[in-house]
């Protein structure tokens, strides 16, 4: 793929990587499972290099287009109006995680905040030299309680209570929140928006479809 890359597909790359995000934890708190790759794919974004320019494609922060099969497939199925029965969570997430992340832009004090927690984590991750240690997660998943859980709009997780009282299942729910609150910056980076998603959703369609073919 081109190193040179249109608005639209960097837009289409962070709306799979958002869905991605949001599908996982909402398989989480529905079922109590979790695709452990696609988890993998999505802690490791978190601590990628931003890239240097708007051109430079945002797969890279994903290991490539191919790591987020399942987002680009979850997104083509909603675009096409596909009746899910995650539908309506997966809507929710993604509107609380792009208001969140628009929320974040305008507030210096939290996103600073943010920051220095993560740089504290990353040494962690360094030290353990895995995105998906528990440490590291837990980590992330307090640095989220911290900062985010505390702005409006709160994102409320629905699911079973069976799951969500377990701290390990809470926690990777919060760092993937934390992982779909990048991808939304980087949608938001690129044009995304809601009206994107209302004017331009055959084009996105177009888009995710040829991604993941070649993919």
């Known amino acids: ?11 289409a790359i ?4 958002m869905t991605q995000a949001i599908y996982l934890v909402n398989t989480i708190a529905r ?16 601590f990628a290099k931003a890239p240097d320019s708007p051109i430079q494609p945002i797969y890279e922060l994903y290991g490539g287009v191919h790591c987020l ?29 792009t208001a969140l992340e628009k929320g974040l832009g305008k507030d210096d004090a939290m996103r600073q905040k943010l920051a220095d927690g993560m740089q504290r984590i990353t040494q962690q991750c360094q030290y353990f030299g895995d995105a998906m240690h528990g440490n ?3 980590a992330i998943a307090d640095l989220y309680g ?46 995304g928006g809601h009206l994107t998603l209302l004017l ?11 991604l993941r073919s070649q993919a």
Not at 1 to 11: F, G, N, P, Y
Not at 31 to 46: A, F, H, L, N, Y
């Open 136 to 138: 590291v997660i837990a």
């Open 1 to 11: 793929m081109s190193s040179h890359i249109s608005a639209l597909t960097q837009r």
């Open 14 to 17: 962070a709306l799979a990587a």
């Open 200 to 210: 331009r959703r055959k084009a996105l369609l177009r888009e995710l479809e040829a």
């Open 69 to 97: 099969d399942t987002g680009m497939r979850i997104c083509i199925q909603l675009l096409q109006g596909e009746k899910l029965p995650e539908a309506k969570d997966l809507m929710l997430y993604s509107a609380g995680l």
């Open 146 to 191: 911290d900062t985010l859980s505390t702005m409006k709009p709160r994102i409320i997780v629905r699911g079973k209570t069976e799951y969500l009282s377990q701290s390990c299942h809470t926690q990777r729910v919060r760092a993937l929140l934390m992982s779909g609150l990048r991808a939304a910056h980087f949608w938001h980076q690129h044009g």
């Open 31 to 46: 079922k109590g499972v979790v695709d452990t790759d696609d988890c993998g794919v999505m802690m490791e974004s978190i």
